[in-house]
């Protein structure tokens, strides 16, 4: 079964930088797009950045310009970068895979906090 482990959250000051983690395993299809979401307490949940192999990757307008996401071509990891980080990016951040070439299944990670204040 596939299973996503999650890791980088916590407190940033604002204006400073954190990199969040999301390994995939158990993975038997090769048409794979990974991301991050994200939901704040009575907010929707919402797309922060998706990639997949040899593709460009999709960064949502509220982290364009400082914010980067990458997946390794080793096996399903992907990082994603966030630069100058503001009090409204507070949120939980979820891993979120999807798989099949109509993207027939999707799976989440457990959702690690990103708290961003003084």
């Known amino acids: 079964q596939v299973q996503l482990v999650e890791s980088g959250g916590g407190l940033v000051q604002p204006g400073g930088s954190l990199s969040l983690s999301c390994t995939a395993s ?51 990891m992907v990082l994603l970068q966030i630069h100058d980080l503001k009090p409204e990016d507070t949120a939980v951040y979820y891993c979120n895979v999807k798989l099949g070439y109509q993207m027939s299944y999707e799976y989440w990670g457990q959702g690690t906090q990103v708290t961003v204040s003084s």
Request: hydrophobic content about 40%.
């Open 26 to 76: 158990g993975i038997m299809n090769n048409n794979v797009v990974m991301g991050w979401y994200r939901q704040a307490p009575g907010k929707q949940r919402e797309l922060v950045a998706s990639i997949k192999r040899r593709a460009p990757a999709t960064l949502s307008d509220f982290v364009k310009g400082r914010a980067s996401i990458s997946i390794s071509d080793a096996k399903y």
